[in-house]
């Protein structure tokens, strides 16, 4: 997308109703006049929205304020600004999400020019799609304890172990890896930072299905997997203060409104649940819009949402000026988990009767779901995703509020020497 040397907001939004004129498909931009992003929805499929999408990562919008050489457009927050409040409307979501929010601020923060010129670029095209491959069997809610090997071999790394809750690891081409270096030395101190081509042998990915019976999630085996050198992101050993830029980024992507993660949550919004008790009152059937209690207990789930969607547009200035999330981006992940399990939960006490029974055979369950029953199940994940609920409030604790570290009585133990599962 073509701009001046040195664009105002004006010259900005011009470029971009531009854009959108030329590029954006007509269907999409009436639905978008029309109705939103349910009428958006009604005329473009996701299979289609794939097959577009390179058109969106050649323009630079998909991440404005990386610099061009990385795929952006090098604006400043404010423009990037100015730029979403124009596509807004399209509901132009970004694909490999955990490529642009998990790897992408390891890269900025640790990476070296080399790999940001390599990588960046065909995660802003989606040409290469990530995932995370930091939880163990063994080390989910105290990740510090994982077991996962990497040995240096010459210019390269031999890595032996397992993942799990590996999301989207069946799709992905390449993996942010958490490994073990040094048993010798303390937990967090003996773990190192990689970046692993999931295409090679070595790497079996099985899929994990849910309970709505989709798959989401993977577990990994890694069998003497190659790692080059030249993929080890900043120093052997400091993987764990990495790993932090990563985690913050996962914890902002999953924190809802305002988060800019795409495909994450699911389920039904706000939106959804006034048409839906909207609908209910039509239909002449108790609990709907015309129940002051229903409508009260809505707008204070909306009120919240409101609150999450400020809190979460802070976090995602510091993105917007090349900084990682931060362990503020825990605020809106804590507050996300229980919010988005109370709108699920509504949205079924909504349905009544209709939400517990419905018409389906077994063998097409999961495609039968109605669409408030399969939020309401995939929601029970939010309070564990990104880091539990529990997690997520020592974070806030020590590093937000300043409060004394919880008791450890094996920090700076040899990680041979720790107790684990």
Not at 98 to 114: K, Q
Not at 148 to 167: E, F, L, M, P
Not at 267 to 273: M, N, R, T, V
Request: aromatic share 8%; proline share 7%; with cysteine.
């Amino acid at each position: 997308m073509a701009l001046p040397t040195e664009p105002s907001v004006d010259d900005v939004r011009a470029a971009v109703r531009a854009w959108v004129s030329e590029h954006v498909p007509a269907a999409w931009r009436e639905a978008a006049a029309r109705g939103g992003a349910p009428a958006i929805r009604e005329v473009r499929t996701r299979a289609d929205y794939e097959r577009w999408y390179p058109v969106f990562g050649r323009s630079g919008l998909v991440a404005p304020t990386w610099e061009p050489a990385y795929g952006g457009l090098g604006l400043s927050a404010d423009l990037a600004r100015a730029a979403e409040a124009e596509l807004a409307r399209f509901n132009l979501g970004r694909l490999n999400p955990l490529g642009l929010a998990n790897a992408a601020p390891a890269l900025f923060a640790h990476g070296d020019e080399r790999q940001r010129l390599r990588y960046l670029p065909p995660i802003v095209r989606n040409e290469e799609f990530w995932c995370q491959l930091f939880s163990e069997p063994g080390a989910g809610s105290d990740l510090a304890s994982l077991a996962t090997r990497a040995v240096r071999d010459g210019d390269s790394w031999i890595v032996t172990g397992q993942k799990v809750w590996t999301t989207w690891g069946f799709k992905a081409d390449f993996g942010v890896l958490l490994a073990r270096t040094d048993p010798d030395a303390p937990k967090r101190a003996g773990i190192t930072y990689f970046l692993l081509d999931m295409r090679q042998p070595g790497v079996d990915v099985r899929p994990l299905r849910h309970i709505t019976g989709e798959v989401d999630f993977c577990e990994v085996f890694l069998d003497d997997a190659v790692v080059p050198d030249s993929q080890r992101v900043g120093r052997v050993g400091d993987g764990w203060r990495v790993a932090g830029v990563t985690l913050s980024g996962e914890r902002q992507m999953v924190s809802g409104a305002g988060s800019g993660g795409v495909d994450r949550i699911g389920g039904s919004g706000i939106a959804h649940l006034i048409r839906l008790a909207r609908r209910i009152s039509a239909e002449g059937r108790p609990g709907g819009w015309d129940d002051p209690v229903v409508r009260q207990e809505i707008v204070r789930l909306y009120s919240e949402e409101r609150i999450r969607g400020w809190t979460n547009e802070r976090v995602r200035d510091r993105l917007r000026a090349g900084l990682p999330p931060g362990p503020e981006s825990s605020i809106g992940k804590v507050h996300q988990g229980t919010l988005n399990q109370r709108m699920q939960a509504l949205a079924v006490d909504l349905l009544g009767p209709f939400g517990a029974a419905w018409e389906s055979d077994a063998t097409e369950y999961a495609r039968s779901l109605p669409h408030e029953v399969r939020g309401m199940l995939r929601s029970r994940a939010n309070t564990i995703e990104g880091g539990t609920t529990e997690v997520n409030k020592n974070i806030l604790a020590e590093r937000v509020l300043g409060l004394p570290r919880e008791p450890d009585e094996h920090r700076g133990r040899p990680w041979r020497d720790v107790p684990r599962s």
